[in-house]
Protein backbone atom coordinates (compact mmCIF):
# COMPACT_ATOMS: atom_id res chain seq x y z
CA UNK A 1 0.00 0.00 0.00
CA UNK A 2 1.23 3.43 -0.73
CA UNK A 3 1.88 5.44 2.19
CA UNK A 4 -0.54 8.47 1.64
CA UNK A 5 0.23 11.87 1.44
CA UNK A 6 1.19 14.11 4.45
CA UNK A 7 -1.50 16.02 6.37
CA UNK A 8 -1.60 19.77 5.11
CA UNK A 9 -1.18 22.11 8.47
CA UNK A 10 -3.74 24.99 8.27
CA UNK A 11 -2.89 27.98 9.85
CA UNK A 12 -5.38 30.19 12.41
CA UNK A 13 -4.40 33.59 13.27
CA UNK A 14 -5.42 33.52 17.07
CA UNK A 15 -5.43 36.43 19.44
CA UNK A 16 -3.96 33.97 21.75
CA UNK A 17 -0.03 33.71 22.89
CA UNK A 18 1.58 30.33 22.04
CA UNK A 19 2.17 28.12 25.84
CA UNK A 20 5.73 28.36 26.74
CA UNK A 21 6.26 24.62 26.63
CA UNK A 22 5.77 25.33 22.59
CA UNK A 23 9.35 26.28 21.92
CA UNK A 24 10.75 23.41 24.22
CA UNK A 25 11.34 21.33 20.87
CA UNK A 26 13.63 24.08 19.28
CA UNK A 27 16.58 21.75 19.71
CA UNK A 28 14.58 18.89 18.10
CA UNK A 29 13.50 20.86 15.38
CA UNK A 30 16.86 22.27 15.02
CA UNK A 31 18.27 18.82 13.42
CA UNK A 32 18.71 16.46 17.12
CA UNK A 33 17.06 13.57 16.95
CA UNK A 34 13.33 13.92 18.59
CA UNK A 35 11.47 11.82 20.60
CA UNK A 36 7.43 11.64 20.06
CA UNK A 37 5.25 9.93 22.84
CA UNK A 38 1.96 9.13 21.77
CA UNK A 39 -0.66 9.43 25.00
CA UNK A 40 -4.39 8.32 25.25
CA UNK A 41 -6.54 5.80 23.95
CA UNK A 42 -6.51 3.43 20.89
CA UNK A 43 -6.90 5.58 18.62
CA UNK A 44 -3.05 5.47 19.27
CA UNK A 45 -2.94 1.94 20.63
CA UNK A 46 -4.63 -0.10 17.75
CA UNK A 47 -2.64 -3.19 17.22
CA UNK A 48 -5.28 -5.53 18.49
CA UNK A 49 -7.36 -4.14 15.20
CA UNK A 50 -4.40 -4.33 12.63
CA UNK A 51 -4.25 -7.97 11.87
CA UNK A 52 -0.32 -8.45 12.39
CA UNK A 53 -0.30 -5.06 10.14
CA UNK A 54 1.62 -1.97 11.54
CA UNK A 55 -0.09 0.08 14.32
CA UNK A 56 0.22 3.48 14.54
CA UNK A 57 2.82 3.66 16.40
CA UNK A 58 5.10 1.38 13.97
CA UNK A 59 4.02 3.63 11.24
CA UNK A 60 5.30 6.69 13.26
CA UNK A 61 8.41 5.08 13.39
CA UNK A 62 8.77 4.40 9.51
CA UNK A 63 8.03 8.07 9.15
CA UNK A 64 9.91 9.97 11.22
CA UNK A 65 13.84 11.13 10.14
CA UNK A 66 16.83 8.34 10.93
CA UNK A 67 17.58 8.76 15.03
CA UNK A 68 14.28 10.04 15.77
CA UNK A 69 12.32 7.57 18.08
CA UNK A 70 8.73 6.92 18.70
CA UNK A 71 6.87 5.59 22.56
CA UNK A 72 3.22 4.30 22.99
CA UNK A 73 2.14 5.46 25.92
CA UNK A 74 -1.07 5.02 25.47
CA UNK A 75 -3.79 2.67 26.57
CA UNK A 76 -6.61 1.34 25.28
CA UNK A 77 -10.04 1.82 27.15
CA UNK A 78 -8.45 4.96 28.11
CA UNK A 79 -10.29 8.09 29.04
CA UNK A 80 -9.25 11.78 29.86
CA UNK A 81 -8.87 10.83 33.58
CA UNK A 82 -6.31 7.99 33.03
CA UNK A 83 -3.78 10.20 30.54
CA UNK A 84 -2.03 11.73 33.51
CA UNK A 85 -1.03 8.56 34.74
CA UNK A 86 -0.05 7.50 31.30
CA UNK A 87 2.74 10.48 32.55
CA UNK A 88 4.72 7.76 34.02
CA UNK A 89 5.58 6.00 31.06
CA UNK A 90 7.32 9.08 29.61
CA UNK A 91 11.10 8.40 29.05
CA UNK A 92 13.62 10.89 29.71
CA UNK A 93 14.42 12.84 26.51
CA UNK A 94 10.96 13.20 25.37
CA UNK A 95 10.58 15.96 22.71
CA UNK A 96 7.09 15.28 21.47
CA UNK A 97 3.46 14.68 23.35
CA UNK A 98 0.55 14.05 21.17
CA UNK A 99 -2.49 13.17 22.70
CA UNK A 100 -5.97 11.34 21.55
CA UNK A 101 -8.47 11.05 24.03
CA UNK A 102 -12.16 11.83 24.31
CA UNK A 103 -13.60 8.71 22.36
CA UNK A 104 -14.22 6.88 25.76
CA UNK A 105 -15.35 9.40 27.50
CA UNK A 106 -17.85 10.58 25.31
CA UNK A 107 -19.10 6.53 24.37
CA UNK A 108 -19.40 6.23 28.31
CA UNK A 109 -22.24 8.97 28.23
CA UNK A 110 -24.10 8.02 24.54
CA UNK A 111 -27.10 6.73 27.07
CA UNK A 112 -27.64 10.57 27.16
CA UNK A 113 -28.99 10.74 23.74
CA UNK A 114 -31.99 8.06 24.72
CA UNK A 115 -32.94 10.35 27.61
CA UNK A 116 -36.56 11.77 27.63
CA UNK A 117 -37.19 15.63 27.30
CA UNK A 118 -39.88 17.81 27.07
CA UNK A 119 -38.78 20.54 24.93
CA UNK A 120 -35.46 20.50 22.45
CA UNK A 121 -34.11 23.24 25.03
CA UNK A 122 -34.44 20.30 28.31
CA UNK A 123 -32.59 17.89 25.33
CA UNK A 124 -29.92 20.99 24.94
CA UNK A 125 -29.38 21.33 28.83
CA UNK A 126 -28.87 17.75 29.20
CA UNK A 127 -26.09 17.73 26.36
CA UNK A 128 -24.65 21.16 27.64
CA UNK A 129 -24.23 19.66 31.09
CA UNK A 130 -22.32 16.49 29.87
CA UNK A 131 -20.23 18.72 27.81
CA UNK A 132 -19.57 21.17 31.00
CA UNK A 133 -17.97 17.85 33.24
CA UNK A 134 -15.99 16.58 29.73
CA UNK A 135 -14.34 20.44 29.35
CA UNK A 136 -13.49 20.30 33.60
CA UNK A 137 -11.91 16.67 33.18
CA UNK A 138 -9.86 17.54 29.76
CA UNK A 139 -8.73 20.91 31.71
CA UNK A 140 -7.64 19.09 34.15
CA UNK A 141 -5.47 16.44 31.95
CA UNK A 142 -3.74 19.29 30.06
CA UNK A 143 -3.03 20.96 32.79
CA UNK A 144 -0.83 17.99 34.46
CA UNK A 145 0.04 17.24 30.86
CA UNK A 146 1.59 20.66 30.56
CA UNK A 147 3.14 20.67 33.52
CA UNK A 148 6.07 18.55 32.06
CA UNK A 149 6.89 21.31 29.53
CA UNK A 150 7.33 18.90 26.25
CA UNK A 151 5.70 20.64 23.33
CA UNK A 152 2.43 18.88 22.58
CA UNK A 153 -0.69 18.56 19.70
CA UNK A 154 -3.70 17.41 20.92
CA UNK A 155 -6.10 15.14 18.30
CA UNK A 156 -9.65 15.24 17.99
CA UNK A 157 -12.09 12.28 18.20
CA UNK A 158 -12.60 11.59 14.32
CA UNK A 159 -16.41 10.36 13.21
CA UNK A 160 -17.42 6.66 14.38
CA UNK A 161 -18.26 4.44 11.35
CA UNK A 162 -21.38 2.61 13.07
CA UNK A 163 -23.48 0.21 10.63
CA UNK A 164 -26.69 1.62 11.94
CA UNK A 165 -26.86 5.18 9.85
CA UNK A 166 -28.98 6.93 12.99
CA UNK A 167 -26.80 5.53 15.26
CA UNK A 168 -23.77 6.74 13.00
CA UNK A 169 -25.58 10.35 12.49
CA UNK A 170 -26.63 10.76 16.66
CA UNK A 171 -22.83 9.69 17.90
CA UNK A 172 -21.46 12.41 15.09
CA UNK A 173 -23.23 15.22 16.51
CA UNK A 174 -22.81 14.14 19.99
CA UNK A 175 -19.01 14.17 19.54
CA UNK A 176 -19.26 17.53 18.29
CA UNK A 177 -19.94 19.15 21.99
CA UNK A 178 -16.42 16.31 22.95
CA UNK A 179 -14.51 18.05 20.01
CA UNK A 180 -15.57 21.58 20.32
CA UNK A 181 -14.00 20.95 24.40
CA UNK A 182 -10.76 20.06 22.59
CA UNK A 183 -10.89 22.49 19.99
CA UNK A 184 -11.44 25.56 21.88
CA UNK A 185 -8.63 24.41 24.81
CA UNK A 186 -5.83 23.72 21.89
CA UNK A 187 -6.65 27.06 20.72
CA UNK A 188 -6.65 28.95 23.83
CA UNK A 189 -3.23 27.12 25.12
CA UNK A 190 -1.77 27.82 21.78
CA UNK A 191 -1.21 24.33 21.09
CA UNK A 192 -1.59 22.54 17.35
CA UNK A 193 -4.41 20.22 16.65
CA UNK A 194 -4.87 16.89 14.81
CA UNK A 195 -8.45 16.61 13.52
CA UNK A 196 -8.73 13.38 13.01
CA UNK A 197 -12.06 13.88 11.83
CA UNK A 198 -10.36 15.22 8.38
CA UNK A 199 -7.50 12.72 8.61
CA UNK A 200 -9.60 9.32 8.91
CA UNK A 201 -12.36 10.03 6.14
CA UNK A 202 -13.06 6.78 4.75
CA UNK A 203 -14.58 4.07 5.65
CA UNK A 204 -11.12 1.75 5.03
CA UNK A 205 -9.45 4.00 7.72
CA UNK A 206 -11.25 1.94 9.89
CA UNK A 207 -10.85 -1.67 11.55
CA UNK A 208 -14.03 -1.69 12.84
CA UNK A 209 -16.58 1.44 14.16
CA UNK A 210 -14.13 3.17 15.86
CA UNK A 211 -10.34 1.75 15.84
CA UNK A 212 -8.31 3.01 12.89
CA UNK A 213 -7.24 0.38 10.71
CA UNK A 214 -3.62 0.39 8.84
CA UNK A 215 -4.63 2.76 6.26
CA UNK A 216 -6.25 4.63 9.12
CA UNK A 217 -3.06 4.63 10.92
CA UNK A 218 -1.08 5.77 8.24
CA UNK A 219 -2.53 8.36 7.79
CA UNK A 220 -2.70 9.73 11.49
CA UNK A 221 1.07 9.04 11.53
CA UNK A 222 1.62 10.94 8.81
CA UNK A 223 -0.22 13.90 10.41
CA UNK A 224 1.77 13.47 13.93
CA UNK A 225 5.00 13.13 11.97
CA UNK A 226 4.36 16.38 9.83
CA UNK A 227 3.50 17.86 13.38
CA UNK A 228 6.52 16.82 14.63
CA UNK A 229 9.27 18.18 12.11
CA UNK A 230 7.34 21.13 11.60
CA UNK A 231 10.12 24.49 12.63
CA UNK A 232 9.60 26.88 15.23
CA UNK A 233 5.83 28.34 15.08
CA UNK A 234 4.95 31.54 15.07
CA UNK A 235 3.54 33.35 17.80
CA UNK A 236 0.19 33.75 17.75
CA UNK A 237 -0.58 30.76 15.52
CA UNK A 238 -2.03 27.88 15.71
CA UNK A 239 -1.60 25.05 13.56
CA UNK A 240 -4.95 22.41 12.20
CA UNK A 241 -3.36 19.30 10.79
CA UNK A 242 -6.48 18.24 8.46
CA UNK A 243 -6.85 16.77 5.22
CA UNK A 244 -4.12 15.35 3.08
CA UNK A 245 -2.05 17.96 0.34
CA UNK A 246 -3.46 17.29 -3.21
Known amino acids: MAAPASPTPRRVALGVSLTAVAGGGAQARAGAAGHVVLLGDSIFDNKPYVAGGPDVVGH ?9 RATLAAVGGSVTADVPRQLASIPAGATHLVISVGGNDAGRQEGVLANP ?32 RIPMALCTVYDPRFPDPQRRRLAVAGLTLFNDVIGREAFQRGLPLIDLRLVCNEDADFANAIEPSVQGGAKIAAAIARFAQEP ?15
Do not use: K
Not at 60 to 68: D, E, I, V
Open 232 to 246: EPRPHRSVVYGGSAG
Open 60 to 68: LRSRLPAGW
Open 117 to 148: ARTVGEGLAQLASMADRFRQEYRAMLDRVLAR
